[in-house]
């Protein structure tokens, strides 16, 4: 039985907030190397840089008519995530609908199947993270779903989650660790100002880390290539 | 036997005329979602948006002997197809023939193969649609046809057809269908534009396009996630 | 047994000054068309062009303690190049390392895994070259080599020989070749500049480089399309 | 924090008996076309048939160490299913591992990731549904997880699921949902026999599925050749 | 408009029965290196070897309506060949629709996109070549189109053409051209097994196909390993 | 200049001798995991396993010529490996060629490209690792080289090393290590057989291997799934 959800629990504003400019990289590390999209998901410009709160879909192959009901659940600070019922590469998502979600201050769209119209959407600057750019269209025959869990590029994402994008790809954060992940990745932004810094004045990983013990403990020998 | 055929039929200019700006996903469109070259076809630079007639070469993997041979064919309006006859990701075409093709006012390239020198040819502003960047070098032993009907990307190509390439990717018109195809993009970019400006002061799709009865129809249940 | 050797051999400064500004498929083609990385090998920005010597990592999947001990034997003007003993496209590198490197004088990384902080790697201006872009961390456990000859992106590379990378891709030249491939390279630009203007003149390839008489002799016709 | 959950929640024997059997794309469609597995997971031998209980274990890439924590959770009928941290091909599981499983019962193994000893396996009546098989050796010095929540392939499964897996694929029934599902797959078992003897004896889809009436509706038109 | 071509010109059982048992390299060199299908069409068994009359279906992505259309335009002797309109891996097809089949004297099934019950259809001797072998099902809402021209992996079929696929793969022959195909494949079969019995008697190809001479004149050098 | 290099050193037979039957998976632990071939090399039927010495083959995308030039090089005991100059799926290999190769009592081929007539291989028994199976021809028209160094599927491999390929792949052993590398693999083996045998009774490779400890101290945690 086909299904949308309505009044989802977000995230609270203050919450959001913590993420705003946050790293994927920084935020993957922060909650144990978990959560990241499969690295196909790629930026259709850059630079480009968002979190917001997931709004899913699940759709049908070749199939977009889900994406008109998501809109709609749609609130400002938003993201729009989209996974498909099988493998597609169509493009799903267009200017009109990027209109329609702008209007609704909807941050970006992140889609495992295609998208197109990019110029224009590079215009307008609303930002797609898709696993395709590809002007295939697709019909409005099949009903779907609507803030269900889905499997969007290889991980499991919950209406309320929050999504972080940015050159490097996207990364998902349960609603429920979402302060403590912050709180982590505060911490650990402050502690690599410091080594960038240390880095930069030319000291040496190998030494800031004190690495050499334990390198000489697992065998690295040094050798002089003249020696060889 | 290898053959070039010369004096191909071309669309009049005026037809030609109409296919400026045009936007692949809308042509694409608007002649019944059929003609898109396959989604591996990516510009080398953007954006880039171009339209003209094709001139068609057949090539052997590793060996672009054949392109020289093209480039006569060519006139001032002119797109080169080249489609090889086996899969091959070498860099059939750098700088040399694109300055050849400019000086013969030719408006791109569209590949299904390998390009290189892409540094220049960006400078250049000469736009390449291509299944890979790749410097690796061919050879010219080997005689191929040009002007005959070719598959590039997935797509039957005859000389004379229109190509129409954008950020989006390519698709080709058959000459025969051109000005229908450009009847029918001109009503759907009017169309287009009304619906933008309705989406963009907030007005949903869903109402737009009526969607809601049918929506009902098919089953699609409503549940606020306090009742789940 | 894991090695680090130090102290390798560099092409003089006068050679490595021969290659600035070189382009990689020019250098491919004045080595005999060898040489040349698999084409998925791709900047992270673009334009980049850079040339330098080879300092090589071998690493576990996964794992990129080993880029540590690499950086220490880098000096200015080096390139680092990892390789994998495992195909991977995790993030083995991202701004620390980058900050590192540049801290040393290191042109740029080519590296046939995954990459991350590529936003700030374009601020930076530290190019890359690699398989992935991809913000999955690594770990830190298994020791590998340093400065031993590698198979990178399917190319043997050696510690100290000449690698040079641009918008198509990368190369590598060998040490004891590098002379005798710059000397062909200037020849061969020289040669270009010359067929670059008749081309751009409106001469056509067909004429410049005599095609004419052996197009015939393997028995091309030329046809009318209006007699087809 | 690393864990491996014990004494996980099993269907009861009857449940699992009525998967005995069971073809994917049965259960698949039984389920309302949810659940399957990626199309790149691949039997090692053909054919191959089995179903059974979910053991999930997620590991590392390019290290197989938690593999032996989980042999120790499996009883007879079960099936282990492995996930991988990020994207692996590497040979994580052999015949030593395999005779591990099968002397405590295990029905076959499901790994997102790669396999090796496939001549023996393949000996031993050892069934593998993998995405790569290459001999390539892991390591074993990163922990993981076992028995907690996996996405494999693209789905999500838990353990104590029940998995189906044959020439065609993989496919995942939820613990809870198993015996309603089990159920619609008798019905449609049974309805596909009488459909198969209806189109064995040479009646046709279009009249048995009653389709004319609605292909006239949607403007199917039928042309004779000659009058085209 | 959606169309369904019916009684399509097929070859005559006298030039059918002249491919039986052909081999696809020998018809693809036949016929001038041209018509082969790429190479991911894979048969679902081996050894397999078909040849018949090509009738033809255009589907949606995730649809297989249109191919209830198509069965009943068969014939004994036909084979089926599938395109879709955007790329798809859905399995379209199991032994339902094969049992249709082959009740009407089908001789197997093309399709560029995925199949499934594949230990039924090799139980049944249905030869299939496809895409991909994926359980997931597909819905009937879209109609298409049955008997018009198709690209299908890259070669454009039309209906009526010749189809023959064996382990290597898929090629097609132009209806028009089959005749001349067979005679040019007969004179390649008596030639080559003259050659296969010289080439097991120890004769080599260098001196059957007379190539010493233009090895020496391109500049092929022999040196012992000993003088390098 | 293009080289044919004649009277390579190889194994002497004793060392061969110790290759029979070995497995790529022992052999590649056996030195220290390294020398496989990347994992898309796979035999053209199974099981196949077979030992020999390397003759190489470099060639030119599309085009078998130097393939002929390679067979005169061959003895029995020896297994030709192919290398092209850039990426090719065409099919440079056939019966005839297998023909001419038995005759010589070469044991197999392995080639980073394209094979076909694999029914008639499989008939004849003569095993072939590749890329792909494609009927796609090629021509004979650029010369290569023989018995060089060649990078394979990644892998560097030198005339007289040592080749082993079976149901898992394809490894390189050094020459100059073959005996080394065989001790290791035997005293593999009887290390394996041991652990089998207890494997195969019941005991855990936790206990076999003593993992408990370590397992502990990095934090593993077992936990009753009824106390989550």
């Known amino acids: 039985m086909p299904v949308c ?6 995230p609270s504003a203050e919450t959001l907030a913590r993420y705003e400019g946050a790293e994927v990289a920084t935020i993957h590390e922060a909650q144990g190397r978990k959560g990241l999209l499969a690295s196909y ?3 259709i410009y850059r630079p480009a840089c968002i979190s917001g709160t997931a709004i899913t879909a699940s759709v049908a192959p070749g199939d977009n008519w ?3 009901v998501a809109v709609e659940q749609c609130q400002p600070g938003d993201i729009l995530v989209v996974a498909t019922t099988s493998p597609c590469e169509d493009g799903y998502f267009g200017d009109l609908l990027a209109t329609s979600l702008k209007a609704r201050g909807v941050r970006g769209l992140i889609i ?3 998208v197109r119209d990019i110029a ?3 215009e307008m600057g609303f930002p797609v993270w898709s696993k395709a750019i590809f002007a295939q269209g697709t019909v409005k025959n099949t009903v779907g779903n609507v803030n269900i869990p889905v499997i969007c590029a290889g991980q499991h994402i919950n ?3 929050i999504i972080v994008a940015d050159d490097d790809g996207v990364v998902v954060v349960r609603r429920e660790e979402a302060d403590s992940v912050a709180d982590s990745a505060d911490q650990r932004v402050d502690n690599e100002t410091a080594k960038r810094e240390r880095l930069a004045a030319g000291e040496l990983g190998l030494d800031i880390y004190n690495m050499r013990p334990r390198l000489k403990e697992v065998g690295l020998i040094y050798v002089d290539q003249k020696d060889l």
């Open 5 to 10: 959800v309505t009044n989802i629990a977000r």
């Open 41 to 43: 998901m790629r930026p």
């Open 66 to 68: 889900m994406l008109h």
């Open 112 to 114: 495992d199947a295609g």
């Open 120 to 122: 224009t959407l590079t």
């Open 159 to 161: 209406p309320g989650d």
